[in-house]
């Protein structure tokens, strides 16, 4: 009797529980009201809902949550305890700066979370616990500075890790402690410049690293020391100099990119550790000549493509070890004349030859005389660190070619420098005055460190001597005024960095001695007004990049851009009131100009009709711009790549549809007023096949929703000719071509800018080195 009492009881909770069950698969699940959710593949998208707080009511059972294009700013602690089963996050563009410690827990099993395009600035010990399943972590774009230790402790299970695009100066040691099973970590677009001897301790697993695009001045040696498995790296876009006898001691590396940097020369030994090498790419540096290098047994690929390799009897041992070795030299003679532009792969041992012009020769003793000069140092290679000389209290690595009295109280430019030093690094001293040939025996220096050494004078030849220098450093002084003989002596200047000053004018004369300047910077500093006065008519014929925010500006004369090709113009947090357009007349090849951050309320018509040919990246955020003429961007078409006014007061746009080329645009912070006169900005809009971010200002009722989502322009008359007060759009029929827009759907947008910004330097550095080959050759 109870037995069948209990199989009876049994027998109803079964059928209770299958009622139970049932009815759970066929009632719709738990959807947020901003989200979408697909109930068979169990995903949930709140995606571009300017929400400020994770939806509560997102189903336990949710594996893929998308949450991207919000406005959370924080993620507190036990931000996703009621979705423990989800696999993939999207976080990106959310405006997050601070993740709390333990936002994540809970989550054991995503394997994919990304965070990309926040504002994070730092990674607190604990931020990622309870990710213990995570295989991708994405950090790209966002503002970090700083990784304190622990940050990834708990993520065993990580393979890659993508910090590209951030602010990162410097790695400190254990950083990444923890991922024993990472493969890939990214730091690409950063500003490193220093990595301590341990960052990558505990990186077992990583088979790949890439660190182009920071700012490197050296082969970190030590450090790589710790990537026993790495077996790709990408170092191109740094600024290394040299590259010194066992830089490369990594045993497993079979790839290794070093393209793009300014290195003048490296040891034939550099590589002698690293004996499965099989592609070494060198292109676009300064090497005129290259020995065979010892070491690698298996190399398949050199390339020096766009490096001003001067073909002569010098080079005759590489192309026979390249011949022997079945390596392929990938690249050109740079000279002399009767080879230039002649393959590397080509050019026979025979042509090969030297006493090709008396300059050859006389450039050829000149070398030897300072071989012979810096005898010390050749003594010194053999028995290390014995007869080095180099000035009480500073460094001389002699192997790197550095010297280092950075912030050493010095108040006079030490002398006695290694010969062969390439790097003279004497920031935060106290030097005040620069007088005349202050750097003797620096011949073979290519950058030069002074900043922040309280300097307000530079006499007339204070660098004389410096025959190699590309880069000098004069950032945060106190300089008032340069002299016209500034910079005598250093032709070769090609960056120039003197922001944070005190300058009154751009320095016209003095950058007049410099023929091989390419980028100058002068942010932050006292500039009033650009004038044409005391600019000769060409000061720097080559300057291609001007960088002038964070001045005060409120005039640009005409002809005041006319000493330069300039084809990047930094204006932006300055004092204009109105776009500069006369003044763009001088500036014909002009691609990129910023006018963020000043104070223009209103931009007429053809404010771009100079530079219309040229422009392809234009920025004009946070201005108050309360109102374009409809005619604002006539001129401007395909050619146009990046248009931002995000952040202004403006309720319309001019017409867009000549802008067939534009990859980005971001239109977000307007009040924009949704009507039909906006009708032709969302068939804009539907056709870019963009993503374009503009949101309703007004009317009341349509604030906050993206005009893309928005459907009052359903009821718009079909050819809308409305005309309103603002007129902009709307007073005459405005006939939208399809956008033709070759960017790719479901890629993010920024990744756009950033290969352009990518092929732009690339373009750069050609010119440059173009320029360089030509110098070279004009001797
Ligand atoms: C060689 O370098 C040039 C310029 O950097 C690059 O375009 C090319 O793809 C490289 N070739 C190989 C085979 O790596
Ligand atoms: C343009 O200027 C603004 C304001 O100074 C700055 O935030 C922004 O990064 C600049 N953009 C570019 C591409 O230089
Ligand atoms: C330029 O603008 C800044 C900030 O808007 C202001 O403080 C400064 O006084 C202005 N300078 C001049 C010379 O107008
Ligand atoms: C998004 O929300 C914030 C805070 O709720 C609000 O200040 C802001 O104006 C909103 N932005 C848009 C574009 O609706
Ligand atoms: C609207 O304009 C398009 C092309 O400009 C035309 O083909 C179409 O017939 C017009 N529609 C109406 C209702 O006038």
């Not at 571009?48 to 993620?75: R, S, Y």
């Not at 009295?405 to 620069?434: A, M, W």
């Not at 776009?579 to 001088?586: G, S």
């Not at 993503?691 to 906050?704: F, I, N, S």
């Amino acid at each position: 009797m109870i037995l069948t009492l209990l199989a009876q009881m049994r027998f109803f909770a079964v059928v209770f529980l299958l009622v139970l069950t049932r009815s759970s698969t066929i009632k719709a699940r738990k959807c947020p009201k901003e989200c979408s959710c697909d109930d068979s593949k169990l995903t949930v998208v709140c995606a571009g809902k300017n929400l400020t707080e994770i939806p509560l009511g997102v189903d336990e059972i949710t594996v893929k949550l998308d949450l991207k294009n919000n406005n959370f700013q924080m993620l507190p602690r036990g931000s996703f305890l009621h979705t423990p089963y989800l696999t993939h996050l999207s976080l990106q563009r959310c405006s997050i700066s601070k993740v709390k410690e333990g936002a994540f827990r809970g989550l054991g099993r995503v394997v994919s979370l990304n965070l990309a395009y926040n504002k994070i600035d730092i990674l607190y010990q604990e931020s990622f616990d309870g990710l213990s399943s995570l295989k991708e972590l994405h950090l790209d774009h966002n503002h970090i500075e700083e990784i304190q230790p622990g940050a990834f402790m708990q993520l065993g299970l990580l393979n890659v890790l993508a910090l590209t695009h951030n602010r990162l100066v410097y790695i400190p040691n254990m950083a990444f402690q923890g991922l024993q099973n990472m493969k890939w970590l990214r730091l690409s677009y950063n500003s490193l410049n220093n990595l301590a001897p341990e960052a990558f301790a505990g990186l077992f697993a990583l088979s790949r690293l890439s660190l182009d695009h920071n700012e490197l001045q050296f082969f970190p040696t030590q450090t790589m020391t710790r990537l026993p498995e790495v077996k790709r790296l990408e170092l191109s876009y740094n600024r290394m100099t040299y590259l010194g006898e066992g830089s490369v001691s990594m045993r497993k590396l079979t790839h290794l990119h070093l393209d793009h940097m300014s290195l003048q020369d490296l040891s034939d030994q550099a590589f002698s550790q690293a004996r499965l090498l099989s592609h070494v790419d060198l292109g676009h540096n300064q090497l005129r000549y290259l020995e065979p290098l010892t070491g690698p047994t298996k190399l398949a690929i050199l390339n020096l493509t766009g490096n001003p390799i001067y073909c002569d009897c010098h080079m005759r041992p590489l192309k026979r070890w390249a011949t022997v070795g079945g390596a392929k030299l990938l690249g050109a003679c740079a000279g002399p004349a009767h080879l230039s532009d002649e393959p590397l792969r080509t050019v026979t041992s025979s042509h090969l030859r030297c006493r090709s012009g008396a300059d050859a020769l006389k450039d050829e003793e000149e070398e030897e005389g300072e071989e012979q000069e810096s005898d010390g140092d050749i003594t010194a290679t053999a028995t290390p660190k014995q007869t080095v000389k180099c000035p009480l209290s500073c460094e001389c690595d002699t192997e790197a070619h550095h010297a280092t009295c950075e912030s050493r109280g010095f108040n006079k430019v030490p002398q006695g420098f290694p010969t062969r030093t390439q790097l003279l690094d004497l920031r935060g001293n106290h030097f005040h005055f620069i007088p005349t040939s202050s750097f003797p025996g620096t011949g073979r220096v290519v950058s030069l460190h002074l900043e922040l050494c309280k300097i307000h004078e530079i006499e007339g030849g204070a660098f004389q001597g410096m025959r190699n220098l590309l880069y000098l450093y004069l950032s945060d002084n106190d300089l008032t005024s340069l002299e016209p003989e500034a910079f005598a002596g250093v032709p070769k200047l090609t960056y120039l960095h003197l922001e944070g000053n005190r300058l009154t004018q751009v320095p016209g004369a003095a950058l007049s001695l410099l023929p091989n300047l390419f980028v100058l910077h002068l942010e932050r500093n006292a500039i009033s007004k650009l004038e044409p006065a005391g600019l000769p008519s060409s000061a720097a014929p080559t300057l291609m990049d001007l960088y002038l925010s964070n001045n005060a500006i409120s005039g640009i004369a005409k002809g005041a851009l006319s000493f330069a090709p300039i084809g990047t113009l930094h204006l932006d947090s300055n004092n204009l009131t109105e776009v500069p357009a006369d003044a763009l007349a001088d500036a014909p090849r002009l691609e990129e100009l910023n006018l963020s951050g000043n104070s223009v309320r209103w931009i007429g018509p053809r404010a771009f009709r100079h530079a219309s040919q040229s422009l392809r990246r234009l920025y004009m955020d946070r201005m108050g711009i309360e109102k374009m003429s409809k005619e604002a961007l006539l001129g401007l078409g395909p050619g146009l790549t990046v248009l931002t006014v995000r952040g202004n007061q403006l309720r319309e746009l001019p017409d867009l549809s000549a802008l067939t080329g534009l990859e980005t645009i971001d239109l977000r912070d307007n009040p924009l007023l949704c009507d039909c006169a906006l009708l032709p900005l969302r068939r804009w809009i539907d056709n870019a096949k963009l993503e374009v971010a503009a949101t309703c200002g007004h009317p009341l009722e349509l604030r906050g929703q993206q005009v893309a989502d928005t459907n009052i322009f359903a009821t718009c008359p079909e050819n809308a000719t409305i005309s309103t007060e603002m007129g902009a759009v709307g007073s005459r029929p405005v006939k939208i071509k399809s956008a033709r827009v070759k960017a790719r759907p479901g890629k993010p947008k920024l990744d756009k800018v950033s290969r352009t910004q990518h092929r732009r330097k690339a373009a750069k550095q050609k010119a440059k080195n173009k320029k360089m080959n030509e110098a070279k050759m004009g001797n």
